[in-house]
């Protein structure tokens, strides 16, 4: 697969050499198309110039950094529990996974561990927050193909599933509910079932999309065969979560790395992959996702235990000294926290490492040679939060 | 039939040409672009502004009358004025021709259908004029795009109609609604031969090109509002925008009447005969069912599919519609012989 793409690539680029000359001869030029920063398929504030000739892409490079807000540095001026406020809002749309991993490696630093109901209930979140944040993916990629109906249906239907997050944790968008040795409250009356329901509604959104949109030879055929992003070039790049998955590389932190403190392997769910690597095959593997999104968190509410929430903490948090690294599977790809503590109430030094940021970085080397109507294909498909690029 | 002196029968034809371009348009925006699609999207669509939201279009027209006519600076000012107007005359001309009852037509051409196909491409002018004016890329790379593409749909909507030229025998629209009035399908006639039934063919490529030449979705790559923000008509706002819009849906109202009066007997109904002075009166509002008809399939169409690619969508039309087309006119051809 990489050497027919590098050859396809090879061959371009001859092929752009020979068209050079004779746009010499008979004095064409280019045109810089800048797509972005205010432009209607970047959903957010990215920025990428493309250069054309015709329709066709020579080059593009991705420019990052406008909404760049410092959450890294942020951190180091506040106590351990407030950071969840800010990094909560690195990606917008499923905003809890972001805690999960920083509160994980709060509590590595601290050697406290929730107890087990705070455990499956982090879980359960954490699953929802991806079915939220994949669904809203899956409709946008929608639109961005052109076809408007799909991203309503996504609406309607996430917002069963935010109207279960704000229930539990009274925010839709930004819960700010994870709490070093457990969670702030434990859940409402009714909710489990209500959820159980929701989910339901999930897995009939999955059908419906899968026969709207995923079945519809004209989405087939602006997907497939589309941005083939090969394994090893995906692993060079950095890509993590769906977008290598689709790309046939077997990984899920969930499954094989997982942190201490979710209780993932406590239920029976299944790692999707694509062999293609291309659209359709990423678009793919997000609605399976979804799909076992929607049956992890039926399975958790089915046995989730009783007991406290909150495991014994000091009122004023103080984290010993040393470092410690966690990452989650969080919807957009792998997402870690490197936090260094000196001992005192802040953390000395935090790195995020999001999915997106990596995840946007391939973007050059895969739009070469695409059409501008691709480029939006495959930038859909890539599905990147943009708050999660810049942090 | 009142004989009426030729200035007056004139004004009469004008005003009734004027009120068949604007007319169909407000329904047409109302009933499928405000509320069919908001009910496939599950959503209510405007249900603020009179009853059911019905008035909605009259508060939008209200509001881009309002708002300014921004020129961008490098545009080149007189081009980019009279482009909007370019497309509108574009519509104005098609609807000369189509006819709405036995006396109810704007101008009887002989050569009605040749004269409709033909001025449909003047919008072509319009949108490249457009797209080079504005002096933006989306702009310009929109009004290429929708120039490829009216001229590669213009094929198989010419070829589609040959079929029932041969059918009826005549280029002239009147004769090619009495020709289904008075046709029969293999020797039975009692419901006359509307064209869909023995051109069906034909009227699913005359479906596929039309909904190209009207830009509309799977089709709307000039105007991909994903990747060119909306393509030759970024750069306009205001009154201009306006005509725009009223000339992108009024031309499907009058290719909706054409394609009714083609294939679908125009003002024409089963069991009634074609010479009574009634059509003249019921003509109209059966062409307007008819006409409602075909837009809820464009309309249709619209909201499910995505959009083609620019090199897909010119596929498409060279490799598939044409061919298609041309195997049609030549089955046409020999059963027109034949029987």
């Known amino acids: ?391 | 039939m009142i004989a009426l002196a030729y200035w007056v029968e004139t004004i009469f034809r004008s005003l009734g040409g004027l009120a068949a371009v604007l007319l169909p348009a407000g329904p047409i925006v109302y009933i499928f672009l405000f509320k069919m699609m908001s009910f496939m999207q599950s959503r209510l669509g405007p249900t603020e502004a009179g009853p059911a939201g019905t008035l909605q279009l009259i508060a939008e027209v209200g509001k881009w009358i309002q708002k300014e006519d921004i020129f961008p600076r490098k545009a080149d000012r007189l081009v980019f004025a009279a482009a909007p107007f370019v497309v509108l005359a574009s519509s104005f001309l098609l609807v000369l021709v189509v006819p709405f009852g036995p006396d109810a037509w704007f101008v009887n051409l002989d050569t009605g259908i040749y004269f409709a196909l033909a001025v449909s491409s003047v919008s072509v002018i319009g949108i490249l004029m457009a797209g080079w004016a504005s002096a933006s890329k989306y702009s310009m790379l929109g009004g290429l795009r929708a120039a490829g593409q009216l001229i590669a749909y213009e094929l198989p909507l010419v070829l589609a109609v040959m079929g029932v030229v041969i059918q009826a025998g005549t280029l002239n629209m009147q004769d090619i609604v009495l020709a289904q009035a008075e046709g029969e399908i293999f020797g039975f006639g009692g419901i006359g031969n509307p064209f869909i039934l023995t051109q069906f063919l034909g009227f699913v490529i005359f479906m596929i090109a039309m909904q190209a030449e009207l830009t509309q979705p799977p089709f709307d790559m000039p105007v991909a509002e994903s990747e060119l923000v909306t393509g030759y008509m970024t750069e306009y706002s205001g009154i201009r925008f306006l005509l725009f819009f009223i000339g992108e849906f009024a031309t499907a109202g009058i290719f909706g009447m054409i394609a009714s009066a083609l294939f679908l007997g125009g003002w024409w109904v089963p069991g009634l005969d074609p010479d009574s002075n009634l059509f003249n009166i019921l003509g109209p509002g059966i062409m307007m069912a008819k006409v409602m008809g075909v837009m809820f399939l464009v309309f249709w169409f619209r909201f499910t599919y995505p959009r083609f690619r620019e090199d897909q969508l010119q596929q498409l039309a060279w490799k598939v519609l044409i061919p298609l087309s041309l195997v049609n006119i030549v089955i046409t051809g020999i059963l027109k012989v034949a029987f």
């Open chain 1, 1 to 391: 697969m990489t050497a027919t793409s590098e050859s396809e690539q090879l061959r371009y680029i001859d092929q752009q050499a020979a068209d050079a000359r004779v746009n010499v001869e008979i004095e064409t030029e280019g045109m810089t198309l800048n797509l972005g920063p205010q432009h209607p398929a970047t959903h957010g504030t990215l920025r990428i110039i493309a250069k054309l000739d015709g329709e066709q892409v020579v080059a593009a490079e991705p420019v990052m950094g406008y909404m760049h807000r410092g959450y890294e540095k942020l951190a180091e001026v506040r106590t351990f529990p407030q950071v969840t406020t800010l990094i909560n809002r690195i990606d917008w749309t499923g905003s809890f996974a972001n805690e999960t991993p920083f509160i994980l490696a709060a509590e590595k630093l601290m050697e406290v561990e929730a107890p087990p109901r705070a455990q499956y209930i982090r879980t359960i979140l954490h699953e929802m927050s991806r079915i939220a944040n994949v669904m809203l993916g899956i409709g946008d990629m929608g639109v961005q193909v052109g076809a408007v109906t799909p991203v309503f249906f996504a609406f309607r239907d996430r917002e069963y599933v935010l109207n279960q997050i704000e229930a539990v944790t009274g925010g839709r968008f930004h819960p700010n509910f994870d709490r070093i040795g457990g969670l702030k409250d434990d859940l409402p009356a009714g909710w489990i079932q209500n959820t159980k329901n929701a989910m339901e509604k999930v897995e009939d959104f999955c059908d419906q999309i899968e026969t709207l949109m995923y079945g519809n030879e004209l989405f087939q055929a602006r997907t497939r065969g589309i941005g083939i992003i090969p394994k090893d070039i995906g692993l060079a790049y950095g890509l993590s979560g769906v977008n290598i998955r689709a790309s046939g590389v077997d990984w899920d932190v969930r499954r094989d790395a997982m942190p201490h403190g979710l209780v993932y392997d406590q239920v029976d769910w299944k790692v999707y992959t694509h062999p293609d690597g291309d659209c359709y095959s990423r678009m793919w593997v997000r609605l399976q996702e979804v799909r076992e999104g929607a049956k992890i968190v039926t399975q958790l509410l089915n046995q989730i235990p009783s007991g406290p929430i909150m495991a014994k903490v000091p009122r004023i948090i103080k984290v010993p000294a040393g470092e410690a690294f966690v990452e989650t599977e969080n919807p957009l790809g792998v997402m870690g926290y490197y936090v260094i503590s000196k001992g005192d109430l802040n953390p000395y030094r935090v790195k995020i490492r999001s999915a997106s940021f990596n995840n946007v970085s391939i973007t050059p080397w895969l739009l070469k040679g695409v059409y501008v109507p691709d480029i939006i294909a495959i930038l859909g498909s890539l599905y990147f939060i943009l708050g999660d690029i810049d942090r």
